[in-house]
């Protein structure tokens, strides 16, 4: 059974004709394309009894929220299996990405399966308890924007944030069209937080993590006004200044910890 590690439906926005996508690979430093049925895509990844799950719990209410959108009815999450959908999309697609990238010989242990074969009632709980910390933020970003898709199905930014010791918190977020996506915040954010991340996204969307996300897939209209080299500059550029920036809050965070420590003050983890 082909099972796709980042859910088509997706990556659907990204789709150029005959339901292909375009995406830099960083490793070969070029433009390629593949169907959008066998990119991110991996045989028998997770058994069909799974998918089901997945298909239910995650993959569909995001569907329905995004339909919703396209048509106008929706921008706000009001409805709770979109809420739990969105929670559990960032644990499932973690396990899910995870497992893509072992070896076979060192696949994890079933920590995708238990999520999905958790009861319904367990599930809420957990979601339950972490929105008690985090809000689901929808964000739409400037109009001379546009997010790319990276092979992790999500990705991490920095945020401001007062209500932590370190003055700053790494948030998820997850691209649902080029020019809007969803955002993963704690509930200590001040109010102006949807603009400071209006000014990440498309950024952080190249991803900061040079091991594992090598692929990222590009606007179809985005290629159309620009030249592939013009595009594979830009993807570079951004994602340089974002690993670095991300690596500056890493190091100002760790000082801040480390400082607290010097005076016999335990902070937990940075």
């Given at each position: 059974m082909n099972c796709h590690f980042v859910t088509r439906s997706l990556t659907k926005p990204w789709e150029g004709k005959d339901r292909k996508l375009h995406y830099y690979d960083f490793k070969s430093d070029k433009i390629l394309e593949d169907p959008s049925k066998t990119l991110f895509a991996e045989k028998d990844l997770i058994e069909e009894k799974y998918e089901d799950s997945l298909s239910k719990l995650i993959e569909r209410p995001i569907g329905i929220f995004k339909q919703q959108i396209i048509d106008g009815k929706q921008k706000d999450i009001d409805n709770w299996n979109v809420f739990r959908a969105l929670f559990l999309y960032f644990f499932a697609q973690t396990a899910r990405f995870s497992k893509f990238l072992s070896e076979d010989s060192e696949k994890p242990e079933n920590t995708l399966e238990e999520l999905l074969s958790m009861e319904e009632a367990a599930l809420n709980t957990i979601v339950s308890k972490y929105m008690e910390r985090y809000s689901v933020a929808t964000i739409g970003i400037q109009e001379d924007h546009a997010m790319l898709f990276p092979e992790t199905g999500f990705f991490t930014f920095p945020l401001m944030d007062s209500g932590c010791v370190t003055g700053w918190t790494f948030s998820y977020a997850v691209p649902l069209f080029p020019n809007f996506g969803l955002a993963l915040v704690p509930k200590t954010l001040e109010k102006s937080y949807e603009d400071q991340i209006k000014k990440q996204l498309m950024?952080?969307?190249?991803?900061?993590?040079?091991?594992?996300?090598?692929?990222?897939?590009?606007?179809?209209?985005?290629?159309?006004?620009?030249?592939?080299?013009?595009?594979?500059?830009?993807?570079?550029?951004?994602?340089?200044?974002?690993?670095?920036?991300?690596?500056?809050?890493?190091?100002?965070?760790?000082?801040?910890?480390?400082?607290?420590?010097?005076?016999?003050?335990?902070?937990?983890p940075a």
């Amino acid at each position: 059974m082909n099972c796709h590690f980042v859910t088509r439906s997706l990556t659907k926005p990204w789709e150029g004709k005959d339901r292909k996508l375009h995406y830099y690979d960083f490793k070969s430093d070029k433009i390629l394309e593949d169907p959008s049925k066998t990119l991110f895509a991996e045989k028998d990844l997770i058994e069909e009894k799974y998918e089901d799950s997945l298909s239910k719990l995650i993959e569909r209410p995001i569907g329905i929220f995004k339909q919703q959108i396209i048509d106008g009815k929706q921008k706000d999450i009001d409805n709770w299996n979109v809420f739990r959908a969105l929670f559990l999309y960032f644990f499932a697609q973690t396990a899910r990405f995870s497992k893509f990238l072992s070896e076979d010989s060192e696949k994890p242990e079933n920590t995708l399966e238990e999520l999905l074969s958790m009861e319904e009632a367990a599930l809420n709980t957990i979601v339950s308890k972490y929105m008690e910390r985090y809000s689901v933020a929808t964000i739409g970003i400037q109009e001379d924007h546009a997010m790319l898709f990276p092979e992790t199905g999500f990705f991490t930014f920095p945020l401001m944030d007062s209500g932590c010791v370190t003055g700053w918190t790494f948030s998820y977020a997850v691209p649902l069209f080029p020019n809007f996506g969803l955002a993963l915040v704690p509930k200590t954010l001040e109010k102006s937080y949807e603009d400071q991340i209006k000014k990440q996204l498309m950024m952080y969307s190249v991803g900061i993590n040079e091991d594992n996300c090598n692929r990222v897939v590009i606007p179809a209209n985005l290629l159309e006004v620009n030249d592939n080299a013009t595009i594979i500059e830009g993807i570079k550029y951004y994602r340089n200044i974002a690993i670095n920036a991300a690596q500056n809050v890493h190091k100002l965070r760790s000082l801040v910890v480390e400082m607290y420590e010097k005076v016999g003050l335990k902070v937990g983890p940075a």
